[in-house]
T-cell receptor
Framework: AQKVTQAQTEISVVEKEDVTLDCVYE???????LFWYKQPPSGELVFLIR??????QNEISGRYSWNFQKSTSSFNFTITASQVVDSAVYFC?????????????FGTGTRLAVRP | KAGVTQTPRYLIKTRGQQVTLSCSPI?????VSWYQQTPGQGLQFLFE???????NKGNFPGRFSGRQFSNSRSEMNVSTLELGDSALYLC????????????FGPGTRLTVT
């Protein structure tokens, strides 16, 4: 069965610090998809990135970067030079190819607080 | 393009009542999924509809049901409400292709008293 673990429940940093959010996943499927979503206080989940299991290239988008390592089943998310607007709950999620449809299995989320 | 919309945004119901929540997906999206978010259980998958057919279902009792219309709009219904059904119900839409990203609506906050 699929599982996503986000061991960090809450992280607090001071603005401009770098912060890494950890995500470890479990799946028996050889083809799967990983996602990161951001949930600000308003409640809406905002899509950040999608990765498929065959693409281990790291990705950078502005201050955001993602490190995907199949060898350790991890898909970590780094925010460089954090800002107060980055304060939110961040969720890592997994979707399996063999699962019919679009079912996402979410981790428990990491609450990030960025202090001015 | 307009995003995913959900109505109503807030709802207060009494135990034993039933409720219907509505979701309008992004134009062109054929898949609609529903998730329940609670502090204790986190984000849990309820079900997914694609082209008016339920394609996947999570581990929820039969009191939770849904449907999708020909215009891809979806509704979910919860009958015989229990206190534990109080949650944020999130709807997400996608193109329905395997592994594509889902876009979420603002959610419906349901409170059962």
């Amino acid at each position: 069965a699929q599982k996503v673990t986000q061991a960090q429940t809450e992280i607090s940093v001071v603005e401009k610090e770098d912060v890494t959010l950890d995500c470890v996943y479990e799946t028996r499927d050889t083809t799967y998809y990983l996602f990161w979503y951001k949930q600000p206080p308003s409640g809406e989940l905002v899509f950040l990135i999608r990765r498929n299991s065959f693409d281990e290239q790291n990705e950078i988008s502005g201050r955001y970067s993602w490190n995907f390592q199949k060898s350790t089943s991890s898909f970590n998310f780094t925010i460089t030079a954090s800002q107060v607007v980055d304060s939110a709950v961040y969720f890592c999620a997994l979707s399996e190819e063999k699962s019919s449809g679009d079912k996402l299995t979410f981790g428990t989320g990491t609450r990030l607080a960025v202090r001015p | 393009k307009a995003g995913v919309t959900q109505t109503p945004r807030y709802l207060i119901k009494t135990r034993g009542q039933q409720v219907t929540l509505s979701c309008s997906p992004i134009s062109g999206h054929r898949s609609v999924s529903w998730y329940q978010q609670t502090p204790g259980q986190g984000l849990q998958f309820l079900f997914e509809y694609f082209s008016e057919t339920q394609r996947n279902k999570g581990n929820f009792p039969g009191r939770f049901s849904g449907r999708q219309f020909s215009n891809s709009r979806s509704e979910m219904n919860v009958s015989t409400l229990e206190l534990g059904d109080s949650a944020l119900y999130l709807c997400a839409s996608s193109l329905g292709l395997r592994g594509v990203e889902q876009y979420f609506g603002p959610g419906t906050r349901l409170t059962v008293t």
